[in-house]
């Protein structure tokens, strides 16, 4: 946001073959926004490709960065990713292993670690180098993700959390916190039950009384986050609320 502070926001890929929604998310976010995510056939079901997306956003002035998982593809199908990607001129990837598919299976060809090598090991005349980041969950980070070119950090709901696991890290890379906005108590409760996932029980009372605490929640979390100097940006994940979270970050941002 002109400060060295990003905000990197995620979109939502279509799952039909029709960009209006996904163009309406990247101009009503694009007042807050320094980048944005587009997830690769995120929860397990097919999206249009994060590298079209990408090549979308970039058309609308903005940057894009694309999501690839280990899940879907074979090496071949990955090199063809990264030929898709250089012909487009998208330069930055978030290599993740991937949600379990609601149809087929993993490939279990590729990692995120094979991926970041081979990604490392193409390059293209004229073409700038592949900027590539990995995601980590609040625990140590392994020397192969510390030498990606910037590091996601899981979702989480308590600052205290993501200080602590901070002052533990000491790769020399952007580290962006993530953070997701509760846009209903069915979700706060969905996320509550995941076992990586800590939801304060204030949040999820606050969320059932007033579906515009989540927004708050968020926006008051990034703030936090911002101040408290500790990370390079944060990944915001806005989901059905990306309106509300933008009209309130582009007053206080």
Not at 125 to 151: M, N, S, Y
Not at 157 to 181: C, E, F, K, N, Q
Not at 214 to 226: N, P, R
Request: net charge negative; charged share 20%.
């Amino acid at each position: 946001m002109g400060d060295g502070f990003e905000v990197v926001c995620e979109v939502e890929p279509p799952t039909r073959p029709d960009l209006r929604k996904v163009r309406h998310q990247i101009g009503v976010m694009s007042p807050i926004a320094d980048a944005f995510l587009i997830p690769d056939n995120h929860i397990g079901r097919a999206t249009v490709s994060s590298v079209a997306v990408a090549n979308e956003v970039q058309a609308m002035g903005a940057r894009g960065i694309a999501c690839l998982n280990s899940r879907d593809r074979n090496l071949l199908g990955f090199r063809r990713d990264l030929l898709t990607a250089a012909a487009y001129g998208v330069e930055q990837f978030l290599f993740v292993h991937g949600d379990e598919p609601t149809a087929g299976a993993r490939t279990s060809q590729l990692t995120v670690r094979t991926m970041i090598e081979e990604a490392r090991a193409t390059s293209f005349p004229g073409i700038a180098p592949f900027q590539v980041g990995a995601a980590t969950r609040l625990r140590p980070i392994p020397a192969w993700k510390a030498e990606a070119d910037f590091l996601y950090v899981q979702v989480s709901y308590s600052l205290d959390d993501l200080l602590r696991w901070r002052d533990t890290v000491t790769a020399d890379i952007p580290i962006y916190a993530g953070v997701m906005v509760l846009a209903s108590a069915k979700m706060a409760h969905n996320l509550a039950a995941l076992p990586q996932l800590t939801i304060p029980d204030h949040l999820i009372a606050a969320v059932e009384q007033d579906p515009d605490a989540g927004v708050e929640a968020a926006c008051d979390h990034i703030l936090q986050i911002k101040e408290s100097g500790a990370f390079d940006g944060v990944h915001l994940v806005p989901v059905s609320r990306y309106r509300q979270v933008a009209a309130r970050l582009e007053r206080e941002l």
